[in-house]
């Protein structure tokens, strides 16, 4: 009997033709890196495998058997801005920071070093962030509100004097009225507060009072010390200080 097949789609056709696209697309068989061949001279293609992370860094690192070339210590990175942010907390701790310690350590946390101009130009810039800036005109960070153009605006319009009360404006509002008296307990103070930087009023006006004036010494008037304490030997002349009587305790 007569089959009804269609010309534009066979099954081993389209399993053919998916076969190649998976050849085409699926990677190349890998090939095992040998260390002890392949180190001398490695190469790098793809499907390469390696054995362990460390054994792909060794060959990444160099293609000579051994590393030869000296460690760069220049980073573009590391400006004067950069150093002045990162390292102005330990300036402020040591003001006298010498360059050349700044310099060993930078080159301890990053292992880089900078020049000597760097190191200067961060200095100043670290001095600015622990100080402040004092540079400049103060009238530039004031608001304008505080400046003598504001005042001028505002007592522009002429303000007309009044010969008395009668002249002021009449609303329809309650009367202000003080506070009501409370009597606060205690005296009552008859001298007023002074002020913190006010000078001390005695207590008496006519008492000279001891402090401002030298001791003088009664025995050789001599300054800064007294009778008691005098090494010189004593003054005929001037009379002894009454001596002082001691009461003696009653034996029960």
């Known amino acids: 009997s007569p089959t009804l097949t269609c010309p534009n789609s066979s099954s081993s056709e389209d399993d053919a033709v998916g076969e190649v696209r998976r050849k085409k697309n699926r990677m190349p068989k890998g090939e095992d890196f040998r ?13 390469l495998k390696f054995a362990t992370a460390e054994l792909f860094r060794k060959a990444v690192k160099t293609f000579n058997p051994t590393h030869v ?89 002429m303000i007309m004097p009044m010969t008395s009360q ?16 409370h009597k606060q307990p205690g ?6 507060k002074q002020a913190v930087d006010e000078p001390k009023q005695p207590s008496n006006p006519y008492k000279l009072p001891r402090y401002g004036i030298p001791l003088k010494c009664g025995n050789c008037s001599g300054e800064w010390h007294n009778r008691i304490s005098c090494k010189e030997p004593r003054n005929p002349h001037i009379k002894p200080t009454r001596s002082r009587k001691v009461a003696k305790k009653k034996l029960a």
């Open 69 to 157: 070339c000296s460690k760069g210590t220049k980073n573009i990175h590391a400006t004067a801005a950069w150093l002045a942010e990162r390292y102005s907390g330990k300036l402020r701790l040591n003001p006298n920071w010498t360059g050349s310690s700044f310099a060993e350590q930078v080159h301890q946390d990053y292992g880089y070093r900078p020049s000597r101009a760097t190191l200067y130009r961060a200095r100043a810039l670290a001095v600015d962030i622990v100080e402040g800036w004092f540079h400049g005109n103060p009238e530039d960070f004031c608001d304008a509100v505080y400046k003598k153009e504001a005042y001028l605006r505002a007592y522009e319009p």
């Open 35 to 47: 260390p002890e061949i392949d180190m001398a001279n490695p190469g790098f293609k793809i499907g």
């Open 166 to 181: 009668d002249q002021w404006m009449k609303i329809n509002l309650p009367a202000l009225l003080p506070l009501k008296y």
């Open 187 to 192: 005296r009552p103070k008859k001298t007023r």
